[in-house]
Nanobody, 124 residues
C-alpha cells in the first residue's frame, strides 16, 4: 500500500473550477495506477477518473468526461484532478486511490490504498 493525502477541495460556484491534489508517499509511486472516486451525500462511492503509472492512459466516467482532467507528476509523487464547469451534482467527498500495478483500473475493488478524502461543494 501507499499513503495518500488529498487536498484542494472547497466551495465553488456552479461553472467554476477547482484542482484537487493527491500526494503519495513511497519510492514506488510510479508503479501505481491511480484514480479518483467520489461519494455524494446519500450516494454510493462512484468512479470519476483513472490514470496509469506513465500517464499514457486515462479514463473518465461519462458524467465528468470533457470537464475533468486527471494527471500525475511522478517526480513530485502527486496526482491531480482538474475540474472545470463544475455542477451542483459534482458535490461530494473526493477520494484518491492507488493500486500496486501498472495497468489502469476503474473499479473500486481494484484499488488497495485510499486517502481520507477532500470535500468539494458546488453551489447553485
Amino acid at each position: 500500500q501507499v499513503q495518500l493525502v488529498e487536498s484542494g477541495g472547497g466551495l465553488v460556484q456552479a461553472g467554476g473550477s477547482l484542482r484537487l491534489s493527491c500526494a503519495a508517499s513511497g519510492r514506488t509511486f510510479k508503479s501505481y495506477a491511480m484514480g479518483w472516486f467520489r461519494q455524494a451525500p446519500g450516494k454510493e462511492r462512484e468512479f470519476v477518473a483513472a490514470i496509469n503509472w506513465s500517464a499514457g492512459s486515462t479514463y473518465y466516467a461519462d458524467s465528468v468526461k470533457g470537464r475533468f482532467t486527471i494527471s500525475r507528476d511522478n517526480a513530485k509523487n502527486t496526482m491531480y484532478l482538474k475540474m472545470n464547469s463544475l455542477k451542483p451534482e459534482d458535490t461530494a467527498v473526493y477520494y484518491c486511490a492507488a493500486r500496486n500495478s501498472f495497468p489502469l483500473a476503474t473499479r473500486e475493488s481494484d484499488f488497495g490504498s485510499w486517502g481520507q478524502g477532500t470535500q468539494v461543494t458546488v453551489s447553485s
